[in-house]
Protein backbone atom coordinates (compact mmCIF):
# COMPACT_ATOMS: atom_id res chain seq x y z
CA UNK A 1 0.00 0.00 0.00
CA UNK A 2 1.28 3.33 -1.16
CA UNK A 3 2.36 5.92 1.87
CA UNK A 4 -0.28 8.55 1.26
CA UNK A 5 -2.88 5.95 1.48
CA UNK A 6 -1.47 4.15 4.88
CA UNK A 7 -1.26 7.40 6.40
CA UNK A 8 -5.24 8.11 5.76
CA UNK A 9 -6.58 4.62 6.99
CA UNK A 10 -4.51 5.14 9.83
CA UNK A 11 -5.29 8.69 10.45
CA UNK A 12 -9.21 7.56 9.91
CA UNK A 13 -8.88 4.82 12.45
CA UNK A 14 -6.85 6.32 15.06
CA UNK A 15 -8.92 8.85 15.30
CA UNK A 16 -6.28 11.73 14.37
CA UNK A 17 -7.42 15.51 15.33
CA UNK A 18 -10.49 16.68 13.48
CA UNK A 19 -9.21 19.88 12.79
CA UNK A 20 -6.18 18.31 11.45
CA UNK A 21 -8.26 15.74 8.87
CA UNK A 22 -10.16 18.21 7.80
CA UNK A 23 -7.62 20.21 6.68
CA UNK A 24 -6.03 17.26 4.83
CA UNK A 25 -9.25 16.54 3.15
CA UNK A 26 -10.30 20.00 2.07
CA UNK A 27 -6.80 20.33 0.11
CA UNK A 28 -7.78 16.90 -1.36
CA UNK A 29 -10.98 18.44 -2.53
CA UNK A 30 -9.50 21.60 -4.04
CA UNK A 31 -6.64 19.55 -5.74
CA UNK A 32 -9.60 17.23 -7.32
CA UNK A 33 -13.07 18.96 -7.14
CA UNK A 34 -15.71 19.33 -5.05
CA UNK A 35 -16.98 16.00 -5.79
CA UNK A 36 -13.99 13.45 -6.57
CA UNK A 37 -13.44 9.81 -6.06
CA UNK A 38 -10.91 9.66 -3.06
CA UNK A 39 -12.99 12.21 -1.22
CA UNK A 40 -15.81 10.00 -2.03
CA UNK A 41 -14.02 6.84 -0.80
CA UNK A 42 -12.56 9.14 2.25
CA UNK A 43 -16.19 9.56 3.44
CA UNK A 44 -17.18 6.19 3.19
CA UNK A 45 -14.23 4.80 4.93
CA UNK A 46 -14.80 7.39 7.79
CA UNK A 47 -18.24 5.28 8.33
CA UNK A 48 -16.35 1.76 8.06
CA UNK A 49 -12.93 2.04 8.73
CA UNK A 50 -12.19 -1.83 9.08
CA UNK A 51 -13.42 -2.16 5.38
CA UNK A 52 -10.51 -3.73 3.21
CA UNK A 53 -12.47 -3.33 0.26
CA UNK A 54 -12.86 0.56 1.06
CA UNK A 55 -9.49 0.70 1.81
CA UNK A 56 -7.81 -0.87 -1.34
CA UNK A 57 -10.71 1.24 -3.14
CA UNK A 58 -9.01 4.31 -1.64
CA UNK A 59 -5.45 3.36 -2.65
CA UNK A 60 -6.74 2.77 -6.24
CA UNK A 61 -8.50 6.59 -6.56
CA UNK A 62 -5.41 7.99 -4.62
CA UNK A 63 -2.84 6.36 -7.13
CA UNK A 64 -5.42 7.57 -10.53
CA UNK A 65 -5.45 10.63 -8.91
CA UNK A 66 -1.93 10.65 -8.17
CA UNK A 67 -2.05 11.83 -5.10
CA UNK A 68 0.63 9.71 -4.11
CA UNK A 69 2.87 11.54 -5.96
CA UNK A 70 1.61 15.07 -4.95
CA UNK A 71 4.36 16.96 -2.63
CA UNK A 72 1.85 18.76 -0.98
CA UNK A 73 0.00 16.16 0.19
CA UNK A 74 2.93 14.47 1.15
CA UNK A 75 3.96 17.11 3.26
CA UNK A 76 0.79 17.95 5.20
CA UNK A 77 0.35 14.08 6.02
CA UNK A 78 4.10 14.38 7.44
CA UNK A 79 2.79 17.14 9.46
CA UNK A 80 0.32 14.99 11.57
CA UNK A 81 2.10 14.40 15.05
CA UNK A 82 3.37 11.19 15.39
CA UNK A 83 1.58 11.24 18.68
CA UNK A 84 -1.76 11.51 17.20
CA UNK A 85 -1.07 7.88 15.18
CA UNK A 86 -1.25 6.46 18.77
CA UNK A 87 -3.22 3.18 17.33
CA UNK A 88 -2.49 -0.57 17.36
CA UNK A 89 -1.18 -0.48 13.42
CA UNK A 90 -3.00 -4.50 13.41
CA UNK A 91 -6.22 -2.54 13.51
CA UNK A 92 -5.62 -2.32 9.82
CA UNK A 93 -3.98 -5.06 8.37
CA UNK A 94 -0.19 -4.05 9.21
CA UNK A 95 1.75 -6.26 11.52
CA UNK A 96 4.77 -3.83 12.97
CA UNK A 97 6.10 -2.67 15.70
CA UNK A 98 6.63 0.95 15.17
CA UNK A 99 4.53 3.08 12.47
CA UNK A 100 5.82 6.88 12.05
CA UNK A 101 3.58 9.32 10.54
CA UNK A 102 6.19 9.91 6.92
CA UNK A 103 4.39 6.19 6.47
CA UNK A 104 7.67 4.32 7.71
CA UNK A 105 6.50 1.24 9.24
CA UNK A 106 9.26 -0.82 11.21
CA UNK A 107 8.54 -4.53 11.32
Known sequence: ???IT???ITAITSGVSQ???EGIKKV???K???KNKVSETIEELEKEPNSSELQKKLEKNII???LNED????SLLAQI????????????????NTFNNKGVINL
Open 64 to 66: SAK
Open 71 to 74: EEIK
Open 81 to 96: PATEFNINAEKIGIVA
Open 1 to 3: MDT
Open 19 to 21: SIF
Open 28 to 30: IAK
Open 6 to 8: TTI
Open 32 to 34: LGG
